[in-house]
């Protein structure tokens, strides 16, 4: 069955139950890797994205190219979608020569749950609560790019106090985000250290954000307009601890 | 620091073009011209396509375009930026809802790939001369296209709640 000139796959008929709760299986036959032979030369070359990735610096000679690579000293393996090594779900398909991979596929959309649509329903003053979600890294970043797109649509414009309250709690929110890389980055090199350093430096900045927002992560803080309320009495010292701490 | 480059002379001719409210220079080519036109940005110097996204304006067909130009359902917008110019374009090309099919622009920016494979799966446009157009945020077997106006949101059915309604 084609459409447009693809091929489209048939939906597949799990047998299941059809007054079952759960949605159906989901099919992924189609988005195995073609075969060897289906890669032209050219192709290969020029690093197609879902069917090869190369090194640019390679500079791979077409004639180079072994198209021919005989199937059965090759292996396609599956690794994930879960894996220790991903930091998330993320399914590769790859060609294996030995330990040499010579194509790899990823698959990703493990973690997308249509948010954007969510946020189709919503009121702008709901929208931030949605968006604070889409990222645990950096909540209040995309609080802030929400709101500033808002604000520009409508045409708010903000007090000063509030323009510096998101400012000040951005900037934070990047050193804790930061903090995070470095320590989860500290674990893959294997130094447990780095990764209790990172996460307890990173503590004290959401420690500081549950003092003002009350949460240490989904805020909702950031909305269109402003903020939703004042520093604390005596956020100067709980910033300045936590500057004297990480810096 | 490198001194910013003189802003390349882009060769254009018949095709709208325009500048938003804050500043960034706009192209309104039609479907036929889209590849040549961003072609042509690329030969100008614009290293980087920095977005490629799509809108539905299912029901909501009023928006600010050039006279010439006739709103369609779909709006495909390209954003391209030079870093050496230290400027941005946005490309939008209007896109019936019953043909939605526009040139891939694999073979000026490999960049495009992944961005035209989500409008595709997200929006059901479809682009010729990719090399994996495929589904890549959805499963495969995926119906109908989610960000388009007319899909509905939907609900799953949860314990320790009603059957869902309707929204």
Known sequence: MTDHGRTVTEVHDTGADQSSPFVKETFEGAQELAERGATAPDELQREVGAVLRLPESHGVDVSDIDVEHPDDETMIINMGPQHPSTHGVLRLMMELDGETVLRTKPIIGYLHTGMEKTAEELTYQQGSTNVTRMDYLSPLNNELVFSLATEKLLGIELPPRAVWIRMLLSELQRMSSHLMWLATNGMDVGSTTMMIFGFRERELVLGFFEKTTGLRMNHNFIRPGGTAADLPDGWEDDVEVILDNVT | ?167
């Open chain 2, 1 to 167: 620091m490198t001194p910013e480059s003189p802003p390349v002379e882009l060769s254009l001719p018949g095709v709208p073009r325009s500048s938003s409210a804050d500043g960034h220079e706009l192209v309104f080519p039609d479907r036929a011209r889209y590849h040549d036109v961003v072609a042509e940005h690329r030969r100008a110097g614009f290293e980087m396509l920095a977005s490629l996204t799509a809108v539905d304006y299912l029901g909501h067909p009023g928006r600010s375009l050039p006279a010439e130009v006739e709103p369609q359902r779909f709006e495909l917008v390209v954003m391209l930026l030079s870093l050496a110019q230290v400027r941005r374009v946005r490309v939008r090309v209007q896109v019936p809802e019953d043909e939605a099919e526009v040139e891939s622009l694999w073979d000026l920016y490999r960049g495009s790939e992944a961005m035209e494979r989500e409008v595709y799966d997200m929006y059901g446009i479809s682009f010729t001369g990719h090399p994996d157009l495929t589904r890549i945020l959805m499963p495969e077997d995926w119906e109908g296209h989610p960000l388009r106006k007319d899909f509905g949101v939907g609900r799953v059915p949860v314990q320790f709640k009603e059957a869902p309604g309707p929204r």
